[in-house]
C-alpha cells in the first residue's frame, strides 16, 4: 500500500527557512512524477513545485527562487526546502506523486493536481510577520 508522510512543517517568521520531507512507502520515487501542493483557508490547492524522475523540476512563479524540490531515491524522500518565507506561503502542504506514464504525457509540464493518485496527510506551515 503506497503512503506518503509528510513532516518538517510548523511557524516561522517571514524571511526564514522550513524544509518539509515526504516519506513514502510502498514503491519508490524512480516510477513516479512527485510534487508538492498547498492549501491556503479559503483558497483552491495550488501546485508549488514538480520533480520527475530525472530530476527536471518545475516550480509556480509565486515560489521560483525562493523553493528548491529534491528527492533522495535511495531513501524514497522528498523534499522541499522553502527560504525567504511570506506571510502569503501559509497554508497546508501536501506531497503527491503521480504515475511517470501519466507524467509523461504532459510532456514535460507538471500534470494538474487531478492527475496525481497518492497524497500525504498534509502539513501545516504559517509563517507570521
Known amino acids: 500500500q503506497v503512503q506518503l508522510v509528510e513532516s518538517g512543517g510548523g511557524s516561522v517568521q517571514a524571511g526564514g527557512s522550513l524544509r518539509l520531507s515526504c516519506a513514502a512507502s510502498?514503491?519508490?520515487?524512480?516510477?513516479?512524477?512527485m510534487g508538492w501542493f498547498r492549501q491556503a483557508p479559503g483558497k483552491e490547492r495550488e501546485g508549488v513545485a514538480a520533480?520527475?524522475?530525472?530530476?527536471?523540476?518545475n516550480y509556480a512563479d509565486s515560489v521560483k527562487g525562493r523553493f528548491t524540490i529534491s528527492k533522495d531515491n535511495a531513501e524514497n524522500t522528498l523534499y522541499l526546502q522553502m527560504n525567504s518565507l511570506k506571510p502569503e506561503d501559509t497554508a497546508m502542504y501536501y506531497c503527491?506523486?503521480?504515475?511517470?506514464?501519466?507524467?509523461?504525457?504532459?510532456?514535460?509540464?507538471?500534470?494538474?493536481?487531478?492527475?496525481?493518485?497518492?497524497w500525504g496527510q498534509g502539513i501545516l506551515v504559517t509563517v507570521s510577520s
Open positions: 510502498g514503491y519508490t520515487y524512480s516510477s513516479f512524477c
Open positions: 520533480i520527475d524522475p530525472d530530476g527536471n523540476t
Open positions: 503527491a506523486a503521480v504515475s511517470l506514464s501519466t507524467c509523461v504525457s504532459y510532456g514535460g509540464s507538471p500534470p494538474p493536481s487531478s492527475q496525481f493518485k497518492y
